[in-house]
């Protein structure tokens, strides 16, 4: 039982260069969230989706897409990285609003 | 969104009791009160959580004031590896509320 796995770990891009984030939960969960926490900061939510087919927008959803086409993978989108994204990306799952969630490992992205 | 207050740090020896405090005055009804850590370098983990009474698990204990303005997370004795951020965070369970963090307490442990 792998939980929340994120993929990739660590990632260096460009300005102005795409990447997917890639969120897999195997728990059967129907909420999904993506993170971002800067150094020393607290959590910000990008966005979340509460199930499958839905997206939402967090606290901080300008230059980020999401998608949720299966149940289990909740993909984060950046169309052209900016050095204001570098930061560490959390994912993670619930199976309701009022169940405990499990978080990913997170992802490391430094933007150049 | 209901809003909690929390002190930005607080530092506690090992194997004494610790209570952290969070304010939610303006909490409202169908709230429940959510506690996450997070240990360096890893994402959060949930804690506990209750809606009016007191709640118990292997983790650590939740004390709710009877008018549920505030709430006190209580680990029973701090280790070492206790040391993180704690978040207070309320959440409505009628359905489709996000996770939202606030700032959260950064407890250490002096061994």
């Known amino acids: 039982n792998a939980g929340v796995t994120q993929t990739p770990k660590f990632r260096v891009l460009k300005t102005g260069q795409s990447m997917t984030l890639l969120c897999a939960q195997d728990?059967?969960?129907?909420?999904m969230y993506w993170y971002r926490q800067d150094p020393g900061m607290g959590l910000r939510l990008i966005h979340y989706?509460?199930?499958?087919?839905?997206?939402a927008k967090g606290e901080v959803p300008d230059g980020y897409n999401v998608s949720r086409l299966k149940k289990q993978n909740f993909l984060l989108g950046l169309e052209s990285a900016a050095p204001s994204q570098t930061s560490v990306y959390f994912c993670?799952?619930?199976?309701?609003?009022?169940?405990?969630?499990?978080f990913g490992q997170g992802t490391r992205l430094t933007v150049v | 969104d209901a809003k909690t207050t929390q002190p930005n740090s607080m530092e506690s020896n090992e194997e004494e009791p610790v209570h952290l405090p969070c304010n939610h005055s303006?909490?409202?009804?169908?709230?429940?009160i959510h506690w996450y850590r997070q240990l360096p370098s890893q994402g959060p983990e949930y804690v506990i959580h209750?809606?009016?009474s007191n709640v118990n698990n292997r983790m650590a204990s939740l004390a709710i004031a009877e008018d549920r303005k505030s709430s006190t997370l209580i680990l029973h004795r701090a280790t070492l590896r206790d040391a993180a951020v704690y978040y207070c965070?309320?959440?409505?369970?009628?359905?489709?509320?996000?996770?939202?963090f606030g700032k959260g307490t950064r407890l250490s442990v002096i061994a």
């Open positions: 993670a799952s619930s199976y309701l609003d009022s169940t405990e969630a499990f």
């Open positions: 728990m059967n969960h129907e909420y």
């Open positions: 989706s509460v199930g499958e087919g839905t997206t």
């Open positions: 303006t909490i409202s009804g169908t709230d429940y």
């Open positions: 209750g809606l009016t």
């Open positions: 965070i309320l959440r409505d369970h009628s359905g489709n509320t996000p996770l939202v």
